[in-house]
């Protein structure tokens, strides 16, 4: 049988492939309700067969929101490029243009491939303005066009600004991007500034949740009113995916609006704070906290200067920051400061601590070679670690033993004098 025939007999016998369905459905030609998208200051942005939507509004410098004026972020990035210190929220060398602040909007809380970024905010400090910029995902099926259009924006952009933004804006654009990435620019290598961890560091202890909207109330002297909560955002787009109007979905550009000129607010706030220009607004808490901040990050000089204005009051953190400063003079071996301070704990006698006599017992003992005022301190620390051991009901038989080793010894030391 020739080669020819054969391959007549088998045709019969190929299954016809059938052509494949996209995943994604397609998007509508037509914009419904364009006029309301219009006068929303909303335009449609095309990219090859898709297009997304966005809104752009912008802010004179000089208007204030909440404590401050949107100009002031311009001021304290001038103040970071002078200051001597670093700080993970330092400015030093950058412009208060470079910055980005973003704020996203989902279908979900999630961080998997089935969550969709429909809103994409993206906020920016000019020399005579802030401009926020919004890319809306009209449909599912639209994604290259908003990343195309958000990526090309952004590129040039080299700083992040946002409130939870490391755990969970960026990575999920991150993931929708793994979708599109042939078809779109790639992501910048942005250096990000996440503000939900500085806030987390000075007021978890403090604020009832660490919400944004929360540290807008009590912190920024901001009231939103009758903004539209976070958590509605997906409902809101669901509706609007079967309706198409824009009224649907409005309240959500504008919480997403609100939520960028916070972060800017925000941002000023706390760098008035670590820069040393807010104290009169400032609690011993926050003192104290931004004292371990700095010495996290090993600027111990400015995490005295802190350390110092918490001490002066009277409450547990006080004490606490006393025992801190010390705690860097004795690393610094400032032996003398850091002696007056752990004395100065010593005579708070609402607390049950006996480390301050450990540490002046020690100094004594191997700094001043003063035997008996080591051995003093040393029996006052045991004193006050029985007190404390009775009203916890606790025992510690490796504390209780090096005790009784440190006060034989000094013990020794003296009769031998």
């Given at each position: 049988?020739?080669?020819?025939?054969?391959?007549?007999?088998?045709?019969?016998?190929?299954?016809?492939?059938?052509?494949?369905?996209?995943?994604?459905?397609?998007?509508?030609?037509?914009?419904?309700?364009?006029?309301?998208?219009?006068?929303?200051?909303?335009?449609?942005?095309?990219?090859?067969?898709?297009?997304c939507l966005v809104r752009e509004v912008s802010y004179p410098l000089g208007e204030r929101w909440g404590r401050y004026r949107f100009g002031d972020v311009q001021a304290v990035v001038e103040k970071w490029n002078g200051y001597p210190y670093s700080h993970p929220l330092s400015a030093k060398g950058l412009d208060s243009g470079e910055f980005i602040f973003f704020d996203?909007?989902?279908?979900?809380?999630?961080?998997?491939?089935?969550?969709?970024?429909?809103?994409?905010?993206?906020?920016?400090?000019?020399?005579?303005?802030?401009?926020?910029?919004?890319?809306?995902?009209?449909?599912?099926?639209?994604?290259?066009?908003?990343?195309?259009?958000?990526?090309?924006?952004?590129?040039?952009?080299?700083?992040?600004?946002?409130?939870?933004?490391?755990?969970?804006?960026?990575?999920?654009?991150?993931?929708?991007?793994?979708?599109?990435?042939?078809?779109?620019?790639?992501?910048?290598?942005?250096?990000?500034?996440?503000?939900?961890?500085?806030?987390?560091?000075?007021?978890?202890?403090?604020?009832?949740?660490?919400?944004?909207?929360?540290?807008?109330?009590?912190?920024?002297?901001?009231?939103?009113?009758?903004?539209?909560?976070?958590?509605?955002?997906?409902?809101?787009?669901?509706?609007?995916?079967?309706?198409?109007?824009?009224?649907?979905?409005?309240?959500?550009?504008?919480?997403?609006?609100?939520?960028?000129?916070?972060?800017?607010?925000?941002?000023?706030?706390?760098?008035?704070?670590?820069?040393?220009?807010?104290?009169?607004?400032?609690?011993?808490?926050?003192?104290?906290?931004?004292?371990?901040?700095?010495?996290?990050?090993?600027?111990?000089?400015?995490?005295?200067?802190?350390?110092?204005?918490?001490?002066?009051?009277?409450?547990?953190?006080?004490?606490?920051?006393?025992?801190?400063?010390?705690?860097?003079?004795?690393?610094?071996?400032?032996?003398?400061?850091?002696?007056?301070?752990?004395?100065?704990?010593?005579?708070?006698?609402?607390?049950?601590?006996?480390?301050?006599?450990?540490?002046?017992?020690?100094?004594?003992?191997?700094?001043?070679?003063?035997?008996?005022?080591?051995?003093?301190?040393?029996?006052?620390?045991?004193?006050?670690?029985?007190?404390?051991?009775?009203?916890?009901?606790?025992?510690?038989?490796?504390?209780?033993?090096?005790?009784?080793?440190?006060?034989?010894?000094?013990?020794?030391?003296?009769?031998?004098?």
């Open positions: 049988m020739s080669l020819s025939r054969k391959l007549k007999r088998m045709k019969r016998h190929l299954a016809t492939e059938e052509p494949r369905t996209h995943l994604s459905p397609e998007p509508a030609r037509e914009l419904p309700f364009d006029r309301e998208w219009a006068a929303f200051r909303t335009k449609v942005c095309t990219f090859e067969d898709q297009f996203t909007e989902t279908t979900g809380l999630g961080t998997g491939a089935g969550n969709t970024i429909f809103l994409l905010g993206v906020g920016r400090v000019l020399s005579d303005s802030v401009v926020v910029k919004q890319y809306f995902l009209p449909h599912p099926g639209c994604e290259v066009a908003l990343y195309h259009h958000f990526l090309s924006d952004v590129r040039e952009m080299r700083n992040l600004v946002t409130y939870n933004g490391k755990s969970f804006d960026w990575p999920q654009v991150k993931t929708r991007h793994t979708f599109v990435r042939d078809q779109v620019p790639r992501l910048p290598a942005f250096g990000h500034y996440d503000l939900l961890h500085a806030a987390r560091r000075l007021w978890k202890q403090e604020l009832p949740s660490l919400r944004l909207s929360v540290v807008e109330q009590h912190i920024l002297g901001i009231s939103r009113g009758n903004d539209t909560p976070g958590q509605m955002a997906p409902l809101l787009y669901f509706d609007y995916l079967k309706s198409q109007d824009p009224k649907d979905i409005m309240p959500v550009f504008f919480h997403n609006e609100r939520d960028l000129l916070s972060l800017i607010s925000l941002y000023i706030h706390l760098s008035k704070m670590l820069l040393g220009g807010n104290e009169q607004r400032m609690n011993a808490g926050e003192h104290y906290e931004i004292g371990r901040w700095y010495e996290a990050v090993g600027e111990y000089e400015r995490a005295l200067s802190s350390y110092r204005q918490a001490a002066a009051d009277t409450s547990a953190v006080g004490y606490s920051a006393k025992k801190a400063a010390a705690r860097l003079y004795k690393k610094q071996r400032q032996w003398d400061k850091a002696v007056a301070l752990w004395k100065a704990c010593c005579q708070d006698g609402k607390r049950m601590d006996p480390e301050p006599y450990i540490e002046l017992s020690k100094v004594y003992e191997h700094r001043y070679k003063d035997a008996d005022e080591a051995l003093y301190y040393a029996l006052k620390g045991y004193e006050c670690w029985k007190r404390a051991r009775r009203v916890l009901r606790a025992t510690d038989s490796r504390e209780h033993e090096q005790f009784q080793k440190r006060i034989h010894r000094l013990e020794m030391r003296c009769s031998q004098c």
